[in-house]
């Protein structure tokens, strides 16, 4: 058992996307990563999520911790999972999927953003993490505005070359896998075809909440955190 727990989030967020599970974090010792170029993370060489996840094993000197991740994140923590089974206690995968889409839409992302900025597509981005019930939409625009355009296409890249479907058999890691019921970028069948593959996966359906489920929906998100911690 560890008490440490590692945080990595969504494509084009920073850690401070997990300000709402401090609460209930305080007393582990949390490490936050950022993926290249966001929250002032510097570029890396970047050819798939698995360079991703080593830069996440980098910056953790834990030899054993648990791991909470979502969208981009939670794929980390899956090829974490899959090659570095002795690593993780715990797992908690969050609005993420085994595979995110065509391979040529992220391409394009990649592209778009490269000549425009990530100003862009922030509007469609931000449509897609919060329901139109959230109110603080505008602290998580300045968050996606502050990613690097090229940190933000190299990791557009990662995503298009992904798929785990057929590797989440060998994650050995009690797995709790977590979805909103609104989330337009890894809908619930996304998370049901992870639960249903990894053994022993637990799955949990969050209400009114899109993408950033842990920010639109903290007190319920943080229960199911605590109880699987």
């Not at 989030?9 to 401070?16: D, I, P, Q, V, Y």
């Not at 401090?22 to 050819?47: F, N, S």
């Not at 862009?120 to 919060?130: E, K, M, N, P, S």
């Not at 009114?208 to 109880?227: D, G, I, M, S, T």
């Amino acid at each position: 058992m560890s008490d440490t727990v590692v945080l990595c989030g969504s494509l084009g967020s920073t850690s401070a996307m997990w300000d709402p599970q401090q609460p209930v974090l305080a007393k582990r010792r949390t490490v936050r990563v950022d993926h290249p170029g966001h929250g002032g993370e510097p570029l890396i060489a970047l050819d798939d999520v698995r360079d991703l996840a080593q830069h996440v094993l980098e910056h953790v000197d834990a030899a054993v911790f648990s791991f909470v991740g979502l969208s981009l994140g939670g794929a980390v923590g899956m090829r974490i999972a899959v090659d570095n089974p002795q690593r993780i206690d715990k797992l908690m995968l969050s609005c993420t999927s085994a595979r995110f889409g065509e391979p040529d839409a992220w391409l394009e992302r990649a592209e778009t953003v490269r000549a425009h900025g990530v100003e862009a597509v922030a509007d469609a981005i931000l449509g897609r993490w919060f329901t139109r019930r959230f109110g603080d939409v505008g602290r998580y625009r300045e968050m996606l505005l502050s990613t690097d355009r090229e940190g933000y296409a190299r990791c557009c890249e990662a995503i298009a070359g992904w798929d785990v479907r057929e590797e989440l058999e060998r994650i050995e890691a009690p797995t709790l896998v977590v979805t909103a019921s609104e989330d337009p970028s890894t809908p619930p069948e996304h998370a049901e075809l992870i639960a249903a593959r990894i053994p022993g996966a637990r799955l949990e359906v969050l209400g009114e909440a899109a993408h950033l489920a842990n920010v639109e929906r903290p007190a319920e998100f943080n229960r199911l955190l605590e109880e699987h911690l």
